[in-house]
């Protein structure tokens, strides 16, 4: 079965530290890959995708993800963490082949201590 | 460029009647997708209009329905209501569909009592 699943529910980190948020997938081929950032009363805007190529993605506000097909895996890493990163972050997965379908992880929480 | 617009933002209803919510599009997109959020089952899809037409659909009974008209605007309606229909539905917006990046609207907070 298609799946996504983002195992850490909630992460904590101080400020200025970095940060990695893990994402695995089930899928029989190679998706296309997202991560999504979520803050409260929003939408989701998005972060990165991977589609094909260089498995080191770099998107906006600093972050950057790397696909590992032998892991099944697609985790997001920052360097160095802001206040206002705190969010709740989604990875999601496209799928590329028959009727196309979004699948969300179930996204972590992400505080950020001063 | 304007951005993605649902109305209305909050809507409380009686289980068994039914709901219509909206989603306006960004300028130029033609892809509209739905998509529900509760906090137990997440951000699931529920389905993608392209060109008036249902291209995509999620596992989702029939009692969820929508339409794009030809200005891309697009309607979900949710019939006979029910308790666990509560949660806040997303819309996003892309220009062709899912091969390009989909910007999403704040949602419609739907509470069904």
């Known amino acids: 079965a298609q799946s996504v699943t983002q195992p850490d529910i909630h992460i904590t980190v101080s400020e200025g530290a970095s940060l990695e948020l893990r994402c695995n997938y089930s899928?029989?081929?190679?998706?296309?890959l997202f991560w999504y950032v979520q803050s409260p009363g929003q939408g989701l805007q998005l972060l990165l995708k991977?589609?094909?190529?260089?498995?080191l993605v770099q998107g906006i506000k600093g972050i950057e993800a790397e696909f590992k097909r032998s892991q099944s895996s697609f985790n997001l890493r920052k360097p160095s963490v802001h206040w206002s990163d705190a969010a709740e972050y989604f990875c999601a997965l496209r799928t590329t082949s028959g009727t196309y379908k979004y699948i969300f992880g179930t996204g972590t929480r992400l505080k950020v201590l001063a | 460029k304007a951005g993605v617009t649902q109305t209305p933002r909050y809507l409380i209803k009686t289980r068994g009647q039914q709901v219509t919510l909206s989603c306006s599009p960004i300028s130029g997109h033609r892809s509209v997708s739905w998509y529900q959020q509760t906090p137990g089952q997440g951000l699931q899809f529920l389905f993608e209009?392209?060109?008036?037409?249902?291209?995509n659909k999620g596992n989702f009974p029939g009692r969820f329905s929508g339409r794009q008209f030809s200005n891309s605007r697009s309607e979900m309606n949710v019939s006979t209501l029910e308790l666990g229909d509560s949660a806040l539905y997303l819309c996003?917006?892309?220009?062709?569909?899912?091969?390009?990046?989909?910007?999403f609207g704040p949602g419609t907070r739907l509470t069904v009592t």
């Open positions: 209009y392209f060109s008036e037409t249902q291209r």
């Open positions: 899928y029989g081929a190679t998706p296309y």
């Open positions: 991977y589609f094909s190529g260089d498995t």
């Open positions: 996003a917006s892309s220009l062709q569909g899912f091969d390009y990046e989909q910007y």
